[in-house]
């Protein structure tokens, strides 16, 4: 598995997820309309141009789940057994049809499960940056983590 089991994972360490991604707006159009998101910012052009951004703005639900998203292949691919939860999740800056996430994750702790021996708790922080090197998205993740077999 790509990805790091419990014990492969320790406080401080530091991952610069490749490839990054670029946003399109048919990410925006679909993943806004599959959520039911009714909000014109994300869908209506005429609208947007009227805001203080001048253009459509990236729903911050796909930024998020975007910034996760690349950090699987490094951390979590094959190794986890599911989010216990976000916390801390803002959106400093943000996102536009075009603009290209690169994501960073730190592992900020850890500790053993105390009911199952086979797992672990970790909890990460992940940053997504654009092109200009803004955040535009943080959180912190806990993750329930296979140990070794």
Same mark, same amino acid.
């Given at each position: 598995m790509a990805g790091k089991y419990f014990e492969e994972l320790e406080v401080g360490m =530091?991952? *610069?997820? &490749?490839? /990054?991604?670029? $946003?399109t707006e048919t990410d925006n159009l679909l993943f806004t309309t599959m959520t039911m @998101?009714? &909000?014109?910012?994300?869908?209506?052009? *005429?609208?947007?141009?009227?805001? &203080?951004? +001048?253009?459509?703005? #990236? @729903?911050? %639900?796909?930024?998020?789940?975007? $910034? $996760?998203?690349? /950090? #699987?292949?490094d951390t979590t691919l094959g !190794? =986890?057994?599911?989010?216990? +939860?976000?916390?801390? !999740? =803002?959106?400093p800056n943000p996102v536009f049809v075009g603009d290209t996430i690169t994501a960073k994750t730190v592992v900020v702790d850890k500790r053993e499960s105390k009911s199952k021996p086979d797992r672990g708790i970790v909890t990460f922080e992940h940053q997504g940056i654009? &092109?200009?090197? *803004? %955040? #535009?998205? /943080?959180?912190?993740? /806990?993750?329930?983590?296979?140990?070794k077999p």
């Open positions: =530091t991952f *610069e997820h &490749q490839p /990054s991604r670029t $946003v @998101n009714p &909000q014109p910012l994300h869908l209506d052009a *005429e609208f947007a141009a009227t805001t &203080q951004h +001048g253009k459509i703005l #990236v @729903n911050s %639900i796909f930024t998020l789940g975007l $910034v $996760v998203g690349l /950090s #699987v292949g !190794t =986890t057994l599911g989010n216990l +939860g976000f916390d801390k !999740t =803002t959106f654009n &092109q200009r090197g *803004e %955040i #535009v998205c /943080s959180c912190t993740r /806990s993750g329930m983590m296979m140990r």
